[in-house]
Structure formats: structure tokens, C-alpha cells
């Protein structure tokens, strides 16, 4: 992802979630990709999906959140983003640079966390 080509990410990641289903950052990162390729809808069902299995995990829980937020669903949006305990994805420079989350989704954030519209 760090390479900006999110087809290919999108591919591999989908490729690598395939293989290994219990590995949930390859399936988190192919959500990722999804929603940075426009397929909002399938990306949102996934990270729910992988919600369901890893009730805890924080990137998806932001993801989501931040997912919710751009689509409208401000209520659903602060919901999931109260259950965020870990103090990193407060810092879209972090997410950008360390996590390589994709601009949409990382802008998306960014608006949740400045109660913006996007």
C-alpha cells in the first residue's frame, strides 16, 4: 500500500487473505484497499465481517467508523469510534505514514475527528 497502487494492493491483499484466513491484517488491509478503489459498499460489509470474528480490533473498528462517517451515518460513526482505545488512530499523520492507510480512508478519519462533512 505504502506504493499507492491499490489495485494491486486490493489483489494481493484479497490473494493473501485467501490463503490465510486467520491472519486478519491481510484482510484488513484488503478492506482498505476496497474503499480506496470506490467499492465503499463491499469494504464496509468486510470490515463488519471481520468485526464480528475480532470484536477488539482496533484498525477495523476505526476503519469503519471512518467509513460510516464519510457515507453519512454519523450516529453509526460515533458509535463504533468510542469503542477505539488505542490513542494512535487520533493521529491521521500516524495512520498516513506508519499504518499506510489510503487517503480516502485516512481523510474520512480526519473529518470524523474534526466533526467535518465529507
Known amino acids: 500500500m505504502g506504493l499507492q497502487d491499490w489495485a494491486e494492493a486490493e489483489r494481493c491483499f ?6 490465510a484466513p486467520s ?19 463491499q469494504a464496509i ?6 468485526l464480528r470474528r475480532y ?4 484498525d477495523m473498528r476505526a476503519a469503519l467508523a471512518a467509513a460510516q ?13 468510542e469503542r477505539v482505545e488505542d490513542p494512535r488512530y487520533r ?3 500516524w495512520l498516513r505514514r506508519e499504518r499506510r492507510w489510503p487517503p ?6 480526519q473529518a470524523l475527528l474534526q466533526l467535518k462533512s465529507v
Open 14 to 19: 484479497g490473494k493473501a487473505a485467501a490463503l
Open 23 to 41: 491472519f486478519s491484517f491481510a484482510a484488513a488491509n484488503h478492506t482498505l484497499a476496497l474503499y480506496q478503489l470506490g467499492r465503499t459498499e
Open 45 to 50: 460489509r468486510e470490515m463488519r465481517s471481520l
Open 55 to 58: 470484536p477488539d480490533f482496533p
Open 69 to 81: 462517517w464519510a457515507a453519512g451515518r454519523e450516529g453509526d460513526a460515533e458509535t463504533n469510534w
Open 91 to 93: 493521529d491521521v499523520n
Open 104 to 109: 480516502a480512508l485516512s481523510d474520512s478519519l
